[in-house]
């Protein structure tokens, strides 16, 4: 996306793999090659590697997802080349020193042993894994157990199987012509690994319907439930996305209002969603104390069965304006442009215009809302509660069968 009045560069490299190839005897790898890969190389250490990206005052970033392994960077324009060719110095020839790999799976497990401290965190990692699986819903730390069994060779190994130029999905944003992006790419990963492009197909989703308490001495209990949606990709994401800002659209959204403001029920409360690709999830959550939890667990339901049946204009307005402005400012800045372009691609193999996202949104009306809490029913729960107490059975009973109590 060339941005001629834009004052920097930024670029993302979005690799097509993810914590969902890891072994699973192996969990945890994707994250562990993503953490070393710039522990040294053919022609750097990692002090000297550092200090280049130092030198042209880069800033970078790197994560594992689910699906993909990214990596982000903003620099001047007039470095933007030097900037890529560290880029791809890192990703096709590193040597994983042994020291750097062994400090890399001892700060995972410390990472790991600090989310039991983290319940929110917690709580997630856990609801994640039962909802969506053993493949798709892996946390990228892996576990203690199969940290244990990551050797050097590992990592090489599948450094060796995933990084490739047929793997890459790269996106620029700024100041930059597309022709000096093309010639870039091409001279820093022409020729490395397997051109040939990677499958699209995503990991086939699936989702569990269940009820776990896991218990946790905590002065907040955590609740966190989920039902199916749809996907980024479907007709009807932008009315999922207008529903979610009438829940928790900031301050004047639902959940903050009814179940926190009015009843003091939670310490914090939130409606969210979670789109791998072929499969949309709908999240609500909250903190209260265990003596609340019931009369939280059945508010927060309820609430989502209020939108269909109470949802005012006002109210719909509030929350199309909330997020057209959160999608305007957001791409204000350079990097969050190259990443909704990453995003674009991953999902929809294209670009997708600002202004075509944004008629989506405003074409949503309150019988679309309607429609979509009929068509999507929250009667399928993914629940988890964690600390001293679990969810009565009447409450369960009760708002499983969409009764209010």
């Known amino acids: 996306m060339h941005l001629p009045t834009r004052s920097v560069v930024a670029f993302q490299i979005r690799l097509l793999a993810g914590c969902c190839v ?16 710039d522990k040294g190389t053919e022609h750097f250490s990692g ?34 080349e030097r900037a890529l060719e560290l880029h791809g110095e890192m990703l096709r020839r590193p040597t994983f020193p042994e020291a750097s790999v062994t400090a890399a799976v001892e700060l995972a497990r410390q990472e790991l042993q600090a989310l039991e401290d983290d319940a929110q965190s917690l709580t997630d990692k856990i609801i994640s894994d039962q909802t969506y699986g053993p493949v798709l819903g892996r946390h990228p730390l892996g576990s203690v157990e ?26 620029v944003a700024g100041p930059i012509e597309p ?6 790419l091409e001279a820093t990963f022409a020729g490395f690994g397997d051109a040939a492009p990677a499958g699209r197909d995503p990991v086939l989703p699936t989702f569990h319907a269940t009820e776990t308490h896991h218990p946790k001495e905590l002065e ?23 529903m979610l800002g009438v829940l928790s659209g900031g301050m004047s959204g639902r959940l903050f209002t009814e179940v926190r403001e009015k009843r003091g029920l939670v310490y914090w409360v939130g409606a969210w969603q979670d789109t791998p690709r072929g499969i949309g999830t709908i999240f609500l959550g909250a903190s209260t104390t265990p003596d609340r939890c019931d009369q939280t ?27 057209l402005a959160s999608q305007e400012t957001r791409g204000d800045a350079t990097r969050a442009r190259c990443s909704e372009l990453a995003n674009d691609l991953f999902f929809f193999g294209r670009w997708m215009p600002l202004e075509e996202k944004i008629a989506r949104v405003r ?23 964690l600390g001293p107490r679990p969810l009565s059975h009447a409450a369960s009973d009760a708002t499983a069968a969409g009764v209010s109590r």
Do not use: M
């Open 363 to 385: 074409a949503v009306t309150i019988e679309r809302i309607h429609r979509y809490l009929q068509d999507h029913p929250r009667n399928r729960l993914s629940v988890v509660t």
């Open 47 to 80: 002090q000297t590697l550092s200090d280049a990206f130092d030198a042209i005052g880069a800033g970078r970033s790197s994560g594992t997802g689910r699906e993909t392994t990214t990596f982000t960077c903003t620099v001047l324009p007039e470095h933007f």
């Open 146 to 171: 199969s940290l244990g069994r990551i050797a050097q060779a590992d990592l090489v190994t599948h450094w060796k199987e995933f990084y490739a130029s047929g793997r890459i999905v790269a996106t």
């Open 22 to 37: 890891d072994p699973s005897d192996r969990l945890g790898l994707a994250r562990l090659v993503e953490e070393t890969l």
């Open 297 to 323: 667990y059945e508010t927060l339901l309820r609430e989502v069965d209020r939108v269909g049946e109470d949802l005012e204009q006002a109210e719909l307005d509030r929350a199309i304006t909330g997020i």
């Open 220 to 242: 907040q209990q955590q609740i966190s439930l989920c039902f199916p949606g749809v996907d980024a990709i479907h007709d009807e994401f932008p009315t999922q996305q207008v």
């Open 179 to 184: 022709k000096r992006v093309l010639d870039a």
